[in-house]
T-cell receptor, first 112, second 111 residues
């Protein structure tokens, strides 16, 4: 299996600011994913980040709002830009490893 | 695209009883079906999975069954314990493609 860590685990941010979430995995992986999970809801894919290429965003998510970096095979960042209270959610990093998908512990974001 | 439906949304069982959660999918090309357990404040944890060339898989108290013809798969938990209380998500995927998740089942095991 792959072990994933995320930083920060939680944060409270002011409206209009930005937060960068870091994701570190203990194995080299090609595909990394960023999800959003509203309280009590299922998982919504934000984007897929493959090393060496631009991230692919799902409908309803744009690069200006959620820029993603993928500098190497074990690390990625997601930035939530110009935050509003509607961005309050849990953000999850995920990787595909040996045809299985593993999740990080999540970052709980509250925007005030 | 794929559409995964999951039922029930909530489930309460007495400790020691069995729990069954069912999912259906729409895309016949899907061939990988994982189940995740998410405890409060944590990320989803892969607990068991099944591939389309297998009809059933068991790991101690949990088992998953797959009916490709009917396009549905189920999670079975036997001899439930309070620590089984969590939200469970099913998913369907074609390896290398996107994973599609169900809406989740909140399981409560009553001591």
């Amino acid at each position: 299996s792959a072990v994933i860590s995320q930083k920060p685990s939680r944060d409270i941010c002011q409206r209009g600011t930005s937060l960068t979430i870091q994701c570190q995995v203990d194995s080299q992986v090609t595909m990394m994913f960023w999800y959003r999970q509203q309280p009590g809801q299922s998982l919504t894919l934000i984007a897929t980040a493959n090393q060496g290429s631009e991230a692919t965003y799902e409908s309803g998510f744009v690069i200006d709002k959620f820029p993603i970096s993928r500098p190497n095979l074990t690390f990625s960042t997601l930035t939530v830009s110009n935050m509003s209270p509607e961005d309050s959610s849990i953000y999850l990093c995920s990787v595909e490893y040996s045809y299985e998908q593993y999740f990080g512990p999540g970052t709980r974001l509250t925007v005030t | 695209g794929e559409n995964v439906e999951q039922h029930p949304s909530t489930l309460s069982v007495q400790e020691g009883d069995s729990a069954v959660i069912k999912c259906t999918y729409s895309d016949s090309a899907s061939n990988y079906f994982p189940w995740y357990k998410q405890e409060l404040g944590k990320g989803p944890q892969l607990i068991i999975d099944i591939r389309s060339n297998v009809g059933e898989k068991k790991d101690q108290r949990i088992a998953v069954t797959l009916n490709k013809t009917a396009k549905h798969f189920s999670l079975h938990i036997t001899e439930t314990q309070p620590e089984d209380s969590a939200v469970y998500f099913c998913a369907a995927s074609n390896p290398g493609n996107q994973f599609y998740f169900g809406t989740g089942t909140s399981l409560t095991v009553i001591p």
